[in-house]
């Protein structure tokens, strides 16, 4: 049985498949959708990451999924409270787990039938588009009935995205693969904007970033740029520090100057 709300993101890491949370990047309920309920699997290693060390027996089978999505959603409805989104995220990289797609096809059924006010949304680092039948399939779903995908994007350069992500994927095979699928799908992009080790990112980032930012904004795919300061502990603390809110704020204005140099729009949103 699933208590509801659930205000933190805590039980994710208890085995739950499905967890409740009052979102800010949402503006209200969002019903998150974990296929890692045993471990965290993810090929980053974010230092500000929120995920804590944790091991459980529990095992990911499409069949709970669907009845705890289920109770969530009519649990919902019931008390009446609007659900914003169904958003696959959890204990690592979601495209990365064997059951992404069936679980996806899963949540997309409930969804239409029960919540259709609710976005279907798949956050990703990026790693999962290195896989042509995973690309696809965000591509087909995103195309089909709206899958809005969040695509991580902390780094402008491959110094800061050594630091900030922690990744064994090349950088720049990552970053070809994400132009790739801007081109052909729209995406929400999110940065992580904090210090790592007392630093934060240098103005040749800064400036590497927004020129990234508006080689993708210039698709008119990019649905909205959120930018977001750290909010939550994590494991590591406090080697990841959040950055003062003046720095986030002089970041959206430099993207949104960048932005407007190249003649692009594209909203530009931040979160505390
Ligand atoms: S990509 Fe997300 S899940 Fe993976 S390490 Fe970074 S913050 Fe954690």
Same mark, same amino acid.
């Given at each position: 049985?699933?208590?509801?709300?659930?205000?933190?993101?805590?039980?994710?890491? *208890?085995?739950?498949?499905?967890?409740?949370?009052?979102?800010?990047?949402?503006?209200? @309920?969002?019903?998150?959708?974990?296929?890692?309920? *045993?471990?965290?699997?993810?090929?980053? *290693?974010?230092?500000?990451?929120?995920?804590?060390?944790?091991?459980?027996?529990?095992?990911?089978?499409? *069949?709970?999924?669907?009845?705890? @999505?289920?109770?969530?959603?009519?649990?919902?409805?019931?008390?009446?409270?609007?659900?914003?989104?169904?958003?696959?995220?959890?204990?690592?990289?979601?495209?990365?787990?064997?059951?992404?797609?069936?679980?996806?096809?899963?949540?997309?059924?409930?969804?239409?039938?029960?919540?259709?006010?609710?976005? @279907?949304?798949?956050?990703?680092?990026?790693?999962?588009?290195?896989?042509?039948?995973?690309?696809?399939? @965000?591509?087909?779903?995103?195309?089909?009935?709206?899958?809005?995908?969040?695509?991580?994007?902390?780094?402008?350069?491959?110094?800061?995205?050594?630091?900030?992500?922690?990744?064994?994927?090349?950088?720049?095979?990552?970053?070809?693969?994400?132009?790739?699928?801007?081109?052909?799908?729209?995406?929400?992009?999110?940065?992580?904007?904090?210090?790592?080790?007392?630093?934060?990112?240098?103005?040749?980032?800064?400036?590497?970033?927004?020129?990234?930012?508006?080689?993708?904004?210039?698709?008119?795919?990019?649905?909205?740029?959120?930018?977001?300061?750290?909010?939550?502990?994590?494991?590591?603390?406090?080697?990841?520090?959040?950055?003062?809110?003046?720095?986030?704020?002089?970041?959206?204005?430099?993207?949104?100057?960048?932005?407007?140099?190249?003649?692009?729009?594209?909203?530009?949103?931040?979160?505390?």
């Amino acid at each position: 049985m699933i208590v509801f709300p659930v205000e933190n993101h805590r039980n994710r890491e *208890d085995g739950s498949l499905v967890y409740p949370v009052y979102s800010r990047r949402s503006g209200g @309920l969002s019903i998150g959708i974990n296929l890692f309920p *045993d471990k965290k699997v993810c090929p980053f *290693d974010c230092p500000y990451c929120e995920i804590f060390p944790f091991t459980t027996t529990a095992k990911f089978v499409v *069949d709970t999924l669907k009845g705890e @999505l289920t109770d969530v959603v009519n649990n919902a409805q019931r008390r009446a409270v609007p659900i914003r989104d169904i958003c696959f995220s959890g204990n690592g990289e979601p495209t990365l787990s064997p059951h992404f797609e069936k679980a996806l096809e899963a949540a997309r059924d409930i969804q239409k039938k029960a919540a259709p006010e609710a976005k @279907l949304v798949a956050i990703t680092c990026g790693a999962g588009l290195l896989r042509d039948e995973i690309f696809s399939c @965000l591509q087909n779903a995103t195309a089909s009935y709206g899958l809005d995908v969040w695509l991580k994007l902390d780094a402008g350069g491959e110094a800061w995205y050594r630091a900030i992500n922690r990744s064994a994927i090349p950088f720049d095979k990552l970053i070809a693969k994400i132009k790739e699928f801007v081109r052909r799908s729209p995406a929400t992009l999110q940065t992580m904007l904090c210090s790592i080790g007392g630093t934060l990112p240098s103005d040749a980032e800064e400036a590497a970033w927004n020129h990234l930012a508006l080689e993708l904004a210039e698709t008119g795919n990019v649905r909205q740029f959120q930018l977001y300061g750290k909010a939550r502990p994590s494991a590591e603390d406090p080697f990841a520090e959040a950055a003062p809110v003046s720095y986030l704020e002089k970041r959206a204005k430099t993207l949104q100057e960048t932005l407007a140099h190249g003649g692009v729009e594209a909203p530009v949103s931040i979160y505390l």
